[in-house]
């Protein structure tokens, strides 16, 4: 039946809800990790992506999401700055560029930028596509049609928006906006020629098949680029006891998304250094072929130098 699933995975045919409940509960991790595997193999890209962002404006926000450190009504300790100024932005872009890392996004805090942050990073934008060869991406809130439209003119070439975990789930870890106003996001930047990244934020206390839920909703709107995050407690927030998942768990989610996602960019982001080196190493071979690398946004990640090599040795052209 394991062969038979990655076959049809394989082959390009949708898995029905039955299929997700085998894999979901497949008792042998090391045979669903090697199915994973198979497929990476054959239908996602092997070229590893790297990405590094840039924490543009961090500071204290309106909304609730129970895990940020940046949600004003929590008690998280945090740095607050306002938005970047166009010449430290492409500093960090030039490093990043020097390093061999192609794509760079720019990362907002805040429910969406204001008029004023807005026009800036319209700036910014164009300012990073006239002086480098990156490509650029942002993560800026809930923009309208409109504005990614105007970045997309300005030079951008990717949004991000994750939707963080199923529509089911998403309303016990934020009730300030909805998931629906996130999916439109994604949609309106679809509509105005851009590629969408979008993933979500695993061990916040959803199940297995709020995670496969969502990888669904990733598949049907066609998102190009999925991240993972492990969540990362942090102190002051209410997800600051969450325990952490196990490395089992973790492996099994990332196989599953490779069978529901055989041709995305799988991403891995924020709680990478949660990992130790064999079970990044699991992760590679089970179907990531993107990550983070550089700075993070409010932790930090390991080097790119030492990265290569592991996503080298895991088979990808780096
Ligand atoms: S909207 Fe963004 S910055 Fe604001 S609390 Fe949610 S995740 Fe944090």
């Known amino acids: 039946m394991l062969k038979t699933l990655q076959a049809k995975v394989i082959a390009g045919e949708p898995l029905h809800s039955a299929d997700l409940t085998f894999l979901m509960h497949y008792p ?6 090697a199915a994973a595997h198979a497929i990476t193999r054959v239908c996602a890209p092997q070229r590893f992506d790297a990405c590094s962002i840039i924490n543009a404006k961090c500071g204290r926000c309106s909304e609730d999401c129970r895990w ?3 949600a004003g009504r929590y008690h998280a300790v945090t740095t607050v700055y306002p938005l970047i100024d166009k010449d430290r932005c492409l500093q960090a872009a030039l490093a990043c560029e020097r390093q061999g890392i192609h794509r760079f996004s720019l990362v907002t805090g805040g429910k969406k930028p204001t008029a004023h942050d807005f026009a800036s990073l319209l700036v910014i934008i164009k300012y990073l596509k006239e002086n480098t060869s990156l490509s650029l991406c942002a993560s800026l809130g809930l923009l309208s049609l409109e504005q990614l439209a105007a970045l997309k003119e300005a030079g951008l070439e990717r949004c991000h928006c994750n939707l963080e975990s199923s529509a089911s789930f998403f309303p016990q870890v934020c009730t300030t906006h909805s998931y629906q106003e996130k999916i439109a996001v994604l949609q309106d930047a679809q509509a105005a020629g851009l590629s969408v990244c979008s993933g979500g934020i695993i061990g916040m206390g959803e199940s297995m098949d709020d995670r496969v839920q969502l990888a669904q909703t990733l598949r049907q709107l066609q998102v190009d680029s999925v991240p993972l995050n492990l969540l990362q407690p942090i102190a002051g927030t209410p997800l600051a006891k969450q325990d952490p ?3 089992d768990e973790i492996l099994r989610t990332i196989a599953l998304f490779r069978f529901i996602l055989p041709h995305a960019y799988l991403r891995l982001a924020g709680g990478r250094r949660q990992l130790t080196e064999e079970v990044l190493r699991q992760a590679l071979y089970s179907g990531i072929n993107a990550a983070i690398v550089g ?24």
């Open 68 to 70: 940020c450190a940046q």
């Open 28 to 33: 042998v991790l090391p045979e669903l990790l």
């Open 295 to 318: 700075d993070f946004l409010t932790t930090s990640g390991a080097t790119f130098a030492h990265d290569k090599i592991i996503f080298a040795q895991a088979g990808y052209a780096v």
């Open 245 to 247: 998942l196990s490395e």
